[in-house]
């Protein structure tokens, strides 16, 4: 499928508009020396001590065969970086492995930046659609990738990479959750009906949450999270792990029951409706 040069030229004044506002530049990886550049920015995000999670060698690979591999550059430094590759079906989707800024960036919207310029860069290669797994009980990055890019979440895995065991995900399970974002949709508008009150399934309790029963009558659901998970995995680890599984159960209960995500608050709050009989997605 070729993708229309209106597309293209809409997606590149985002993206580059979005890079402007953050006060970084994001281009390919075009050298050695920006893929391990890459891959220590990599290891340094995820505070990877003893093996790289992706080497210099392999992002090399990565980029020559074809592939998505950025840096993100503010000044001289290089601050962020993503990498990903195609899978089916072929050439029309992109896999998002790896993306991340440093931690003094976040909040100043480099990712959404870099997201952006992964779009753009996607549909110039003529794929219509990305996917990338997440922790779903990180707020900062629901909410970036269901309320700011309107991208779905098609699935929720236990344990989807086993023990990890860096300082971002601790010594808990790797929940994940699988974003699908159509590169074609338009970015999101304001849910209708999302100013109801929902049902809270699930609910903080201090550093604890709180199950509740789903509700029969309810025509919208609030799953809430931790507002920084981050910290509570160091700060109060049981309580961080009691949050993984009551995520787990309330979301999975919540999307083989038919539910789906439409929104997310900037504080950590999942909100499901019913998808509307015949309204695609």
């Known amino acids: 499928m070729l993708v229309a040069d209106g597309w293209l030229l809409g997606a590149a004044s985002l993206a580059a508009d979005a890079a402007e506002r953050a006060g970084v530049t994001i281009e390919p990886a075009s ?3 920006d893929c391990e550049a890459a891959s ?20 090399i690979a990565l980029a020559h065969s074809g592939n998505y591999v950025a ?8 601050v962020g ?10 050439a029309r989707t992109l896999h998002s492995h790896l993306a991340g800024v440093l931690p003094e960036l976040r909040g100043r919207g480099a990712g959404n930046a870099l997201k952006l310029h992964q779009r753009h860069w996607a549909l110039s290669m003529g794929a219509t659609n990305i996917t990338w797994t997440f922790d779903p009980l990180v707020a ?24 990890m065991g860096d300082t971002l ?15 074609l949709r338009p970015y999101p508008h304001p849910q209708a009906g999302l100013d109801r009150e929902p049902h809270y399934l699930l609910r903080r309790d201090g550093d604890r ?16 999270i931790p507002a920084d998970i981050e910290t509570l ?15 787990r159960k309330a979301m999975t209960w919540a999307l083989s029951d038919g539910w789906a995500v439409v929104d997310v608050r900037r504080d950590g709050c999942y909100l499901l409706e019913r998808p509307v009989a015949g309204s695609g997605g």
């Open 31 to 33: 050298s050695q020396a």
């Open 81 to 90: 970086a993503a990498a990903g590759f195609f899978g089916p079906p072929w």
């Open 169 to 183: 995900n601790g010594h808990d399970d790797s929940d994940r959750a699988l974003a699908n974002w159509n590169l």
């Open 40 to 59: 220590r920015l990599f290891d340094h995000v995820w505070n990877q001590q003893e093996s790289s999670l992706l080497t210099p060698g392999a992002l």
């Open 209 to 224: 949450p709180l199950l509740e029963s789903p509700g029969s009558a309810a025509e919208l659901l609030a799953l809430q």
């Open 140 to 163: 900062r990055n629901a909410y970036l990738n269901v309320h700011r890019l309107g991208a779905r979440i098609d699935h929720y895995f236990e344990n989807f990479y086993g023990a």
């Open 71 to 78: 840096v993100v550059r503010a000044g001289d430094r290089v």
């Open 233 to 247: 995995r160091h700060t109060n680890p049981p309580a961080a792990s009691a949050w993984r599984a009551g995520l």
